[in-house]
């Protein structure tokens, strides 16, 4: 441990002794820095630098944390775990005096609760007879869970678990920086070949007893992986005298050699009852913690189902999916738990689905465990903001646009979205790279500079390279950055040469960097902090020291591509790592500053994990940037959104007390949350959805004028047919009331006029829920059992742009709303069409106020989602919830109808200033050339019902492949 990081310990040690937190100011911090640096000074020392230990102590004890949201199922369950279980345990406390030297005491003890939640929804390991918990647990991308699974094995072995199987993804660099993780966390020593404990390193100096070393059977070398011959050096020791960890990748190799061990004489201890031939192992309890649990682990084949509707036991699941459920189904007693940040693909999971061989499927029954992020983390809600009929608000300005690595006019250039493994990147026919990665390794030489500055010197610093899956594309990439970092280095060393590049510098620097620090200290200040802004001189005169110290890392799946930071710990590693897939899941690149992306991959779930740069950034956010199409922003922009709705949604029916189980029918049903691959959701053809308590919203546009005249028509006849209706509706509320000045509401429009609008409509076809004819199959299924008879219906033309427009009734309309978007190829995308308050036009006070405070009675401060203060507007899900509870004249949909502005307004309207090789320009034009009309647009807010009644909603594969991508 360095002598910064002692005197940081123990100044957090002092001032945890404080009785009162309030009194812990930053100057009692610098106080106590003060008295710690004394303490552990020695007179020939270099000083440490106390300003920086004090500005890390005040980060800490700024940070919170949420407590964590859970599902239960308590079937067949014994509640176990208690504060008298706990004494003694040593694995636990070694870990939790570890963690308190690097992390705030409220985020440990965070870390302890969601722990205890976790194991304590498990079993018992005592508990005598069989016994089997699955259960999820989902956090943010890059948040830590790898901390929170080190914490839970900890205890888990202190509880009496004997068997550890962690799944470490699906490659070796991610298994053996799992491995790293948990010798330094669990096992307290560093592995080696021949199964002997190595150098002590990790939770070995808070407790040195070797006695307690766990066993393990896999090590961190390249080929440290599990296999039968390995498993023979450790044949003398048994597992019921002290836990044994194996840390293994999902192969079909390892898993079998490692199922073929389990069912050896060795560890067997008995036959099935059943089936004498198959043999289990009943004295030894199990824990299998599958990290990455979307990838690999999910059935992608066919669940055959027998007439009676129940699952066909003799179906063959596939190949990883099989070796995981049989290793479960070899122990008697077994626990389950898997780690995900985008659970999309394991919601999915057939929750009755079994096989004789196999046993059960891995959905999470047992429990669902939502994690709270710390106030410092940095996820896809806090990057990218909210998105509103304004546009997106409250995003940091950290991304970047591209262009040069492709010309779509000739589908070729450095890097375009399809090619093959023999595809060399050229920019402009010339083996060099694109100035905007030339202008992104600039970035990252100016950030590690500026870190150098802050003295963050000695952290970790990293850039990721993302362009391409292909290996063989990737040892290009990786050779054109090394020429051009060498160059970069020499010139800036020999001084020749060096004016233009520090005038490309000195551009970013007052064009990008200075603007980005102020506008993030005034957007976030709590995540700026008091990271100061060196001067240029200061930025120039260790850029030399940054450029010699930067190495070129490709990252293809080998161990020994790991990325191991512990190496650097004490200088702190500067690394440019370059790689596809291997870079994608799990991988942690610390100190992550600078990210150049061009995947196309479309599928949420891909796309969420592939977003290395999430994750924490104490003292230098403001230097981050995400070099990125603007499609792909669009994407992580989208996803975002929905990844919100899954937790807002999981948090209700936390509150309510719900299951897992009726949390996976209410996802399965879900009209956005269906983005994951179809062979994961194990319906490649048709999904059931259900609209109950939902808001659809046509985002997706038609830019064809006879599609054009045919919606504007609909809605015409709609208007003629409902007769009058009430203008400039007013609704009281408790402080302001809402004023709709230029709409229309009409109340207890009969269903059949709503049907025959949205058969007329014509929507477009990649529309991802607002499908007219889909929408009307649910209203009239809903209609058979008596529901959705009677709706409102509004006519909302609120906003400042085009010309007078007289329906045929002679209702007029004066002004048309405008809504950001993008041009497509033969549509129009916006980001939401529907204000929130506009679900409640129809709503009066008394009602419109329960809403409110349902919502808040879900609501919990989280600023990883950028939830800070408590709203002070209903949800829209609420007020839907609301129409529900309400029943009467309240117990309808709402159709709103938003007569859009035909004029473009871009979403982004960027202008590359000269001399910036990066950057895209956008300019106004009409939608649709001639049509001076209003574009129709409509959303619909559906009450909630728990009916039950669903649609067919149909996918065609081939489709999904060309427009989101392989199944990955």
Same mark, same amino acid.
């Given at each position: 441990?360095s002598d910064i990081e002692t005197v940081t310990s123990l100044a957090q040690t002092l001032l945890l002794a404080e009785p009162d937190r309030a009194l812990i100011t930053p100057?009692?911090?610098?106080?106590?820095?003060?008295?710690?640096?004394?303490?552990?000074?020695?007179?020939?020392?270099?000083?440490?630098?106390?300003?920086?230990?004090?500005?890390?102590?005040?980060?800490?004890?700024?940070?919170? %944390?949420?407590?964590?949201?859970?599902?239960?199922?308590?079937?067949?369950?014994?509640?176990?775990?208690?504060?008298?279980?706990?004494?003694?345990?040593?694995?636990?406390?070694?870990?939790?005096?570890?963690?308190?030297?690097?992390?705030?005491?409220?985020?440990?003890?965070?870390?302890?609760?969601?722990?205890?939640?976790?194991?304590?929804?498990?079993?018992?390991?005592?508990?005598?007879?069989?016994?089997?918990?699955?259960?999820?647990?989902?956090?943010?991308?890059?948040?830590?869970?790898?901390?929170?699974?080190?914490?839970?094995?900890?205890?888990?072995?202190?509880?009496?678990?004997? %068997?550890?199987?962690?799944?470490?993804?699906?490659?070796?660099?991610?298994?053996?920086?799992?491995? %790293?993780?948990?010798?330094?966390?669990?096992?307290?020593?560093?592995?080696?070949?021949?199964?002997?404990?190595?150098?002590?390193?990790?939770?070995?100096?808070?407790?040195?007893?070797?006695?307690?070393?766990?066993?393990?059977?896999?090590?961190?070398?390249?080929?440290?992986?599990?296999?039968?011959?390995?498993?023979?050096?450790?044949?003398?020791?048994?597992?019921?005298?002290?836990?044994?960890?194996?840390?293994?990748?999902?192969?079909?190799?390892?898993?079998?050699?490692?199922?073929?061990?389990?069912?050896?004489? $060795?560890?067997?201890?008995? &036959?099935?009852?059943?089936? &004498?031939?198959?043999?289990?192992?009943?004295?030894?309890?199990?824990?299998?913690?599958?990290?990455?649990?979307?990838?690999?682990?999910?059935?992608?084949?066919?669940?055959?189902?027998?007439?009676?509707?129940?699952?066909?036991?003799?179906?063959?699941?596939?190949?990883?999916?099989?070796?995981?459920?049989?290793?479960?189904?070899?122990? *008697?007693?077994?626990?389950?738990?898997?780690?995900?940040?985008?659970?999309?693909?394991?919601?999915?999971?057939?929750?009755?689905?079994?096989?004789?061989?196999?046993?059960?499927?891995?959905?999470?029954?047992?429990?669902?465990?939502?994690?709270?992020?710390?106030?410092?983390?940095?996820?896809?809600?806090?990057?990218?903001?909210?998105?509103?009929?304004?546009?997106?608000?409250?995003?940091?300005?950290?991304?970047?646009?591209?262009?040069?690595?492709?010309?779509?006019?000739?589908?070729?250039?450095?890097?375009?979205?399809?090619?093959?493994?023999?595809?060399?990147?050229?920019?402009?026919?010339?083996? *060099?790279?694109?100035?905007?990665?030339?202008?992104?390794?600039?970035?990252?030489?100016?950030?590690?500079?500026?870190?150098?500055?802050?003295?963050?010197?000695?952290?970790?610093?990293?850039?990721?390279?993302?362009?391409?899956?292909?290996?063989?594309?990737?040892?290009?990439?990786?050779?054109?950055?090394?020429?051009?970092?060498?160059?970069?280095?020499?010139?800036?060393?020999?001084?020749?040469?060096?004016?233009?590049?520090?005038?490309?510098?000195?551009?970013?620097?007052?064009?990008?960097?200075?603007?980005?620090?102020?506008?993030?200290?005034?957007?976030?200040?709590?995540?700026?902090?008091?990271?100061?802004?060196?001067?240029?001189?200061?930025?120039?005169?260790?850029?030399?020291?940054?450029?010699?110290?930067?190495?070129?890392?490709?990252?293809?799946?080998?161990?020994?591509?790991?990325?191991?930071?512990?190496?650097?710990?004490?200088?702190?590693?500067?690394?440019?790592?370059?790689?596809?897939?291997?870079?994608? $899941?799990?991988?942690?690149?610390?100190?992550?500053?600078?990210?150049?992306?061009?995947?196309?991959?479309?599928?949420?779930?891909?796309?969420?994990?592939?977003?290395?740069?999430?994750?924490?950034?104490?003292?230098?956010?403001?230097?981050?940037?995400?070099?990125?199409?603007?499609?792909?922003?669009?994407?992580?922009?989208?996803?975002?959104?929905?990844?919100?709705?899954?937790?807002?949604?999981?948090?209700?029916?936390?509150?309510?007390?719900?299951?897992?189980?009726?949390?996976?029918?209410?996802?399965?049903?879900?009209?956005?949350?269906?983005?994951?691959?179809?062979?994961?959701?194990?319906?490649?053809?048709?999904?059931?959805?259900?609209?109950?308590?939902?808001?659809?919203?046509?985002?997706?546009?038609?830019?064809?004028?006879?599609?054009?005249?045919?919606?504007?028509?609909?809605?015409?006849?709609?208007?003629?047919?409902?007769?009058?209706?009430?203008?400039?509706? $007013?609704?009281?509320?408790?402080?302001?009331?809402?004023?709709?000045?230029?709409?229309?509401?009409?109340?207890?429009?009969?269903?059949?006029?709503?049907?025959?609008?949205?058969?007329?409509?014509?929507?477009?076809?990649?529309?991802? &829920?607002?499908?007219?004819?889909?929408?009307?199959?649910?209203?009239?299924?809903?209609?058979?059992?008596?529901?959705?008879?009677?709706?409102?219906?509004?006519?909302?033309?609120?906003?400042?742009?085009?010309?007078?427009?007289?329906?045929?009734?002679?209702?007029?309309?004066?002004?048309?709303?405008? $809504?950001?978007?993008?041009?497509?190829?033969?549509?129009?995308?916006?980001?939401?069409?529907?204000?929130?308050?506009?679900?409640?036009?129809?709503?009066?006070?008394?009602?419109?106020?329960?809403?409110?405070?349902?919502?808040?009675?879900?609501?919990?401060?989280?600023?990883?989602?950028?939830?800070?203060?408590?709203?002070?507007?209903?949800?829209?899900?609420?007020?839907?919830?609301?129409?529900?509870?309400?029943?009467?004249?309240?117990?309808?949909?709402?159709?709103?109808?938003?007569?859009?502005?035909?004029?473009?307004?871009?979403?982004?309207?960027?202008?590359?200033?000269?001399?910036?090789?990066?950057?895209?320009?956008?300019?106004?034009?009409? %939608?649709?050339?001639?049509?001076?009309?209003?574009?129709?647009?409509?959303?619909?807010?559906?009450?909630?019902?728990?009916?039950?009644?669903?649609?067919?909603?149909?996918?065609?594969?081939?489709?999904?492949?060309?427009?989101?991508?392989?199944?990955?």
């Amino acid at each position: 441990m360095s002598d910064i990081e002692t005197v940081t310990s123990l100044a957090q040690t002092l001032l945890l002794a404080e009785p009162d937190r309030a009194l812990i100011t930053p100057t009692l911090i610098a106080e106590k820095v003060k008295l710690a640096a004394s303490l552990i000074q020695k007179a020939d020392a270099i000083p440490v630098d106390q300003s920086a230990v004090t500005r890390e102590l005040i980060r800490r004890f700024s940070r919170w %944390i949420q407590k964590a949201t859970t599902l239960h199922n308590t079937e067949g369950h014994i509640d176990w775990l208690s504060s008298a279980r706990k004494n003694g345990w040593r694995y636990w406390k070694r870990y939790q005096n570890y963690l308190e030297r690097r992390l705030p005491d409220r985020v440990v003890a965070s870390l302890d609760d969601s722990t205890d939640e976790i194991l304590g929804a498990l079993e018992d390991p005592r508990r005598e007879g069989a016994w089997d918990r699955r259960g999820l647990v989902v956090g943010h991308v890059q948040s830590g869970k790898t901390g929170n699974y080190s914490g839970l094995i900890c205890k888990a072995a202190d509880a009496g678990y004997k %068997i550890i199987i962690v799944l470490a993804g699906m490659h070796n660099n991610l298994r053996s920086q799992t491995q %790293i993780r948990l010798e330094e966390a669990f096992l307290g020593y560093k592995t080696s070949d021949d199964g002997k404990a190595g150098t002590p390193l990790g939770v070995f100096e808070f407790d040195s007893d070797q006695k307690i070393n766990p066993n393990c059977g896999t090590t961190r070398a390249d080929n440290g992986d599990f296999n039968r011959g390995k498993a023979n050096t450790f044949a003398a020791i048994s597992p019921e005298q002290l836990p044994w960890l194996f840390v293994v990748k999902k192969n079909k190799s390892v898993l079998t050699q490692l199922l073929g061990w389990i069912q050896s004489d $060795r560890v067997a201890d008995a &036959s099935d009852p059943a089936d &004498s031939k198959r043999k289990i192992v009943t004295h030894l309890p199990l824990l299998v913690v599958d990290d990455e649990a979307d990838n690999g682990s999910v059935n992608t084949g066919e669940v055959p189902l027998n007439d009676d509707g129940s699952i066909d036991e003799e179906h063959s699941p596939k190949v990883i999916n099989s070796l995981i459920r049989q290793i479960l189904h070899t122990f *008697s007693k077994s626990a389950y738990v898997g780690y995900t940040a985008t659970p999309f693909a394991n919601i999915y999971i057939h929750s009755k689905a079994a096989t004789k061989l196999e046993g059960k499927d891995l959905f999470p029954e047992a429990f669902i465990v939502n994690l709270s992020a710390p106030s410092n983390y940095v996820g896809p809600a806090r990057i990218f903001g909210r998105e509103t009929t304004e546009g997106r608000v409250g995003g940091l300005p950290l991304s970047r646009d591209i262009a040069d690595h492709f010309d779509p006019k000739t589908k070729s250039g450095w890097m375009p979205p399809k090619h093959k493994k023999d595809h060399a990147p050229a920019y402009e026919g010339q083996d *060099s790279l694109p100035p905007s990665l030339r202008d992104a390794i600039y970035s990252f030489a100016i950030a590690c500079a500026v870190r150098v500055c802050r003295g963050q010197g000695t952290q970790h610093s990293s850039m990721l390279v993302h362009v391409t899956r292909l290996v063989d594309v990737q040892k290009h990439v990786t050779r054109q950055v090394e020429e051009f970092v060498l160059s970069t280095r020499l010139k800036i060393k020999t001084g020749i040469d060096r004016e233009p590049i520090l005038e490309t510098m000195l551009h970013l620097w007052k064009s990008d960097f200075l603007p980005t620090s102020a506008d993030i200290a005034a957007i976030s200040p709590e995540l700026f902090e008091d990271a100061r802004m060196p001067t240029w001189a200061e930025v120039v005169a260790v850029l030399k020291q940054v450029l010699d110290d930067t190495i070129i890392m490709p990252v293809h799946g080998t161990a020994k591509e790991a990325l191991d930071y512990s190496d650097k710990e004490k200088l702190g590693l500067k690394v440019i790592a370059i790689g596809g897939e291997k870079l994608a $899941r799990g991988l942690t690149l610390e100190g992550l500053c600078t990210s150049y992306f061009v995947r196309t991959t479309k599928m949420y779930d891909t796309l969420m994990q592939m977003g290395r740069w999430f994750g924490y950034r104490p003292g230098y956010v403001d230097l981050c940037r995400l070099y990125t199409t603007p499609d792909l922003v669009e994407w992580f922009e989208h996803i975002a959104d929905a990844s919100e709705e899954l937790r807002e949604e999981f948090d209700a029916m936390a509150v309510r007390g719900l299951t897992p189980l009726q949390y996976g029918l209410r996802v399965k049903s879900h009209p956005i949350m269906t983005v994951t691959s179809p062979v994961k959701m194990r319906a490649s053809e048709t999904l059931k959805l259900s609209y109950s308590g939902t808001l659809v919203q046509t985002v997706a546009l038609l830019r064809k004028k006879d599609a054009l005249q045919k919606n504007l028509d609909a809605a015409d006849m709609l208007i003629a047919r409902m007769g009058d209706g009430k203008y400039a509706p $007013r609704q009281e509320r408790d402080s302001t009331d809402d004023v709709w000045a230029q709409a229309t509401l009409w109340r207890d429009v009969d269903t059949g006029h709503v049907l025959s609008f949205l058969d007329s409509f014509e929507t477009h076809g990649d529309a991802t &829920s607002a499908k007219s004819q889909v929408l009307a199959d649910f209203v009239r299924k809903m209609n058979a059992i008596g529901q959705l008879k009677l709706w409102s219906v509004a006519l909302l033309p609120a906003g400042a742009s085009g010309r007078p427009h007289v329906f045929s009734t002679g209702l007029t309309i004066s002004n048309f709303p405008s $809504r950001s978007g993008n041009l497509t190829k033969d549509g129009y995308s916006i980001g939401v069409l529907t204000d929130p308050s506009d679900e409640a036009i129809d709503v009066e006070r008394e009602h419109w106020k329960h809403a409110l405070e349902m919502t808040l009675a879900e609501w919990k401060p989280d600023p990883a989602r950028g939830r800070r203060t408590p709203p002070t507007r209903p949800s829209g899900k609420k007020v839907r919830a609301m129409r529900e509870i309400a029943g009467g004249t309240l117990d309808r949909p709402v159709l709103m109808i938003y007569p859009l502005s035909p004029e473009q307004v871009p979403k982004r309207e960027a202008v590359a200033e000269e001399g910036a090789s990066s950057g895209s320009t956008q300019t106004r034009e009409p %939608i649709c050339v001639d049509w001076s009309s209003p574009v129709i647009a409509f959303a619909i807010s559906f009450p909630s019902s728990e009916t039950g009644v669903k649609v067919d909603y149909e996918v065609n594969y081939r489709y999904w492949e060309q427009e989101y991508g392989a199944s990955e």
